[in-house]
């Protein structure tokens, strides 16, 4: 468990990053506050958005002041899931994609994805939601059901935190991995456009596959994803 915030402004941001990625520590543990962290808008914003924690800069010092030490967040049950949203899971692992998902199942599957990214026993949950049954099939998405219903937790763990390098060369495959991952964060597209610094016009260009002038505002959008690009859309091409 990291230590703290006791040291200097850039190790704070860096272990109050890491702890929330890995859902190893609550903020109250932070002495509460970043007051001292006089950090550039943009990184605390893609650290403190994604997480939804009330967070304001104060216009004096332009410090960070985490005005709540919760965040809070919806925890799906861990009964066993219908067929419907099993084979949701499984292609949404096969294919790290929530494309061709009806509304309703699309939110519950992004749902699902962010719980156990932050759950401490994800393998455990995926048994329980797929009933301790691995599924047929022979694909990424089943076979990764089976590491965990045999308990492997290591290896889900490291497919869940897997960043992968993303080939979005065309305007349609940055739009949907780009809306796919905010339902995954559980961001509007206000707290996109806030965390990337980037005018709201923008993020609905890019999640609708539209020309967007600004590679730089693409790749803030990017980066506040956690999303690597091997390939983005050249600016403003038809």
């Known amino acids: 468990m990291p230590e703290p915030f006791r040291s200097d402004c850039g190790r704070r941001v860096t272990?109050?990053?890491g702890a929330l990625e890995n859902r190893r520590l609550s903020l109250s543990s932070f002495d509460g506050s970043l007051t001292q962290c006089s950090s550039p808008t943009t990184g605390v914003r893609s650290t403190i958005?994604?997480?939804?924690?009330?967070?304001?800069?104060?216009?004096g010092s332009k410090a960070w002041v985490i005005e709540d030490s919760s965040a809070t967040r919806h925890t799906p049950s861990r009964r066993p899931l219908a067929p419907r949203s099993q084979d949701a899971l499984i292609d949404f692992f096969r294919t790290n994609s929530l494309e061709g998902l009806d509304s309703r199942t699309r939110e519950r599957t992004a749902q699902r994805i962010r719980?156990?990214?932050g759950s401490d026993a994800p393998a455990a949950v995926l048994a329980d939601w797929f009933n301790g049954q691995p599924p047929a099939g022979l694909n990424a998405g089943s076979n990764l059901i089976a590491h965990a219903v045999a308990g492997n937790d290591a290896r889900v763990r490291q497919v869940l935190q897997r960043r992968h390098a993303a080939y979005?060369?065309?305007r349609v495959d940055l739009a949907q991995r780009v809306s796919d991952e905010r339902a995954i964060r559980g961001l509007t597209r206000a707290d996109l456009a806030a965390a990337a610094d980037v005018d709201l016009t923008?993020?609905?260009a890019?999640?609708?596959g539209k020309p967007v002038?600004?590679?730089a505002a693409i790749r803030r959008v990017l980066r506040a994803l956690h999303i690597d690009p091997s390939a983005i859309p050249a600016p403003g091409v038809r």
């Open 15 to 17: 272990l109050l990053e």
């Open 49 to 59: 958005w994604p997480w939804r924690i009330p967070a304001s800069r104060n216009p």
């Open 115 to 117: 719980f156990l990214r």
């Open 168 to 170: 979005l060369r065309e």
């Open 202 to 204: 923008v993020l609905s």
């Open 206 to 208: 890019i999640e609708r």
């Open 213 to 215: 002038e600004s590679i």
